[in-house]
């Protein structure tokens, strides 16, 4: 589906048109399908070959000049309902004065659904780097939900509240780190081609503007990956170390249950044995059996067993 945006000046917003104008045009294309393709191609003489690219679930960012056109392709981000994060291809093009971006997922939600994203300006270029910009910002905040989980895990387990699935959900959490990395590290390569491409100083400033936010959000991934490391590190040597303290706990117990064994075990022989027919026999079996205990239990407490 393709919607029509035009202004008439760079101090008027983008109203929208009913028809597709011949010039002066940003195209929203949502879901677009192979006709929508076929007569941007006929329309506005862009590459039908490369616009056929964005049909390709697959497709990684990438730059390409055709017909004098600058396509460039990026990866738009969103969650689905699972925690899970989906990349989509979108177009970003330039042909003359007119400018698409073109995605084969329903971007409703995404900033590029809008023209509002875009600063005051009538320059195709400046329109696909003020793109550029906001599909990068949707990283950005994909990272801050990301980065506050991570946050609040390693938070709780300093109470002890962290619990299994916390770390199911990290294989998940790390999926999209992973997902993050490999897209941002592809349009940092689109933003250098970019610099190369362009020859306006204003353009090349603004391309050296994105190429500064996707390096940082690049260390930010790396630094949430080796924080996740960090808290399953963390959790693995606490959990040794409350399973060494139970079994310390647990041995002494088992010592001290099977001390009055030998004794009972002794006097519960049918043979012969000293002071077996004297009536405080007992009494004092049972006492020498607590005696040797709690020597043991105190000498316990001294080495820091338990």
Known sequence: MLKYYVRRSPGEDFQKATVAPADNVWIHGDAVTEADLDFLSSQYDMDKNVLYDVLDANELPRVEQSNGGLYAFMRTARRNKHGRVITTPVLLAVQGNVFANLSTAATDDHKLATPSVIANTTDTVSLLLGAFAAVVSEYEELMQRTA???????QRLRTHE?????????VTVEDNLNDYHMNLSSMLVVAERLRETLRSSEDTEAVEDILLYIRQLIVAIESHNQTITSIRNAYGTIANNVLNQRMKTLTVLTVLIALPNVFFGMYGMNIALPFQQQPWAYGVVLAASLIVILLVYVLARKKGIF
């Open 148 to 154: 506050r989980y991570i946050s609040d895990t390693s």
């Open 162 to 170: 962290v619990t299994n699935d916390d770390f199911i959900k990290f």
